[in-house]
Nanobody
Framework: QVQLVESGGGLVQAGGSLRLSCAAS????????MGWFRQAPGKEREFVAT????????YYADSVQGRFSISRDNAKNTVYLQMNSLKPEDTAVYYC??????????????????WGQGTQVTVSS
């Protein structure tokens, strides 16, 4: 019921910033928690951040806490990931994902029902 399309990835110097966007289809976007994951070559898909369907409370992986910020605009069916103070180890394909009304903040990839195709983020040193 949900289609997700990421955008905003690119190449950035270490210490720089990027803002990723994820546009969702449908009229039920607000019923879903939204999350961001990333996957670097040779590594498993890694939780980055999630924002709840109600209230907008956000949760972050320790590796990005204080540097990244997730937010959502339900009127625009869009979730964002603002990435600051980027490091080379942030280089990965970034995916947005959706999960319907989880009881707890969803930090596992298997918990999510819908996924975008991903957008490449490359941080150079």
């Amino acid at each position: 019921q949900v289609q997700l399309v990421e955008s905003g990835g690119g190449l950035v110097q270490a210490g720089g910033s990027l803002r990723l966007s994820c546009a969702a289809s449908g009229r039920t976007f607000s019923n879903y928690d939204m999350g961001w994951f990333r996957q670097a070559p040779g590594k498993e898909r890694e939780f980055v951040a999630t924002v709840r369907w109600s209230g907008g409370r956000a949760y972050y992986a320790d590796s990005v806490q204080g540097r990244f910020s997730i937010s959502r605009d339900n009127a625009k069916n869009t979730v964002y990931l603002q990435m600051n103070s980027l490091k080379p180890e942030d280089t990965a394909v970034y995916y947005c994902a959706a999960v319907l009304w989880p009881a707890r903040p969803a930090r596992g990839a298997h918990e999510y029902n819908y996924w975008g195709q991903g957008t490449q983020v490359t941080v150079s040193s």
